[in-house]
Each structure stands twice: as C-alpha cells, then as structure tokens.
C-alpha cells in the first residue's frame, strides 16, 4: 500500500550526501570510459590510430570536462563559518532537471567512446545529443508558440455574442 499524503522532501545534508556520491559515480564512468580507450586504441592499436582517433579522443575529454564542472558546479554547498551545512547544493538527482540531461551526455559519450574501441563510425551515435535538444526545444519552446491559439479572437467572439443578446433584449422590449 503506498503511503498516503505529501511526498516528502530531501533535506539539504541528504542532497549533499548524494551530491557526492553522484559526482563520485560519474568521475569512475569519466575515468573508466577515458582509460579503457585510450589503453585499446593508443596502446593495443597504436599502429593504426590517426588524426580521427586522437581527435575523438580530445573531443570526448572537452565534453566530460565541461559536463562535470558543469554538475559540480551545481551541487557546489555552502557552509558557515562554525562549519555548519547552509545549502547543499541543487539536486542533482532531481527529475526533470538540467543535471539530468548533463548526465545523459556523460553517459551517452561513455558509451560511444567505448563503441568507438571497435570502429569509429559508432562516433555518429553522438549526433543524438543535438537531435535531443532540438527535439526538446520543439517540445518546450518552439512547438507551443507556433501553435498557440490566438487568444484576441476569443474575446472578440464573445464580445459578438454579449451584443447580440443585448440586442435581442431591446428588440423584445419595443
């Protein structure tokens, strides 16, 4: 049975708790992801590596880079001068936030990088990062201005229909 009433919130030591303990998990993905390529292609087929495989390999240390200040960044708390926790930090687990989709492109260049071991055609799994933030500026900005309703109509018609009663109501009187 689930429980009934206000879903209940995170207080600020339990968010900087999990605050690095999620940094954390996405520094070993970070590490884990950099090292296992570099040790198959720099080391295993160093013979064979060229501008490409360096290239993807600069790329995806830019895109984690920027991907982890940017989260630590958001999980940054602040404490007082005795010590004590004031902030901790955004959520980073929070649905629907910006750290959630930062994560999504740390994972999704993990992946492809490690893919990339095999043929470095799996680097076009990456254009699904762009397609996802346009897909969701279509969603979430563009789509609904586009198609929004003109709202100046709507009273207009009203207004209309107000004038005719009230015209119907004078005739009815004479």
């Not at 902030?87 to 929070?94: P, R, S, Y």
């Not at 699904?128 to 709202?151: E, H, I, K, M, Q």
Request: hydrophobic residues 45%; positive net charge.
């Amino acid at each position: 049975m689930a429980p009934k009433g206000k879903v209940g919130t995170k207080g600020k030591k339990q968010i900087y708790e999990e605050n690095k303990e999620t940094l954390s998990f996405y520094l070993r993905i970070i590490l884990g992801a950099t090292v296992l390529c570099g040790a198959i292609n720099l080391g295993v087929f160093y013979s064979s590596s060229n501008f490409w495989t360096w290239a993807t390999l600069v790329f995806s240390g830019i895109v984690y880079a920027g991907a982890y200040r940017s989260m630590r960044s958001m999980a940054q708390a602040s404490f007082s001068e005795d010590g004590s926790l004031l902030d901790g930090g955004i959520d980073l687990n929070m649905e629907q936030g910006m750290a959630e989709h930062i994560k999504d492109i740390v994972l999704l260049t993990a992946i492809v990088q490690v893919l990339s071991c095999f043929s470095l055609y799996f680097w076009y799994f990456w254009l699904l990062a762009p397609g996802r933030a346009l897909y969701l500026l279509w969603v979430n900005v563009l789509g609904p201005w586009f198609t929004a309703d003109n709202s100046s109509t709507v009273p207009q018609e009203q207004n209309e229909k107000r004038q005719r009663r009230q015209e119907r109501r004078q005739m009815k009187r004479f």
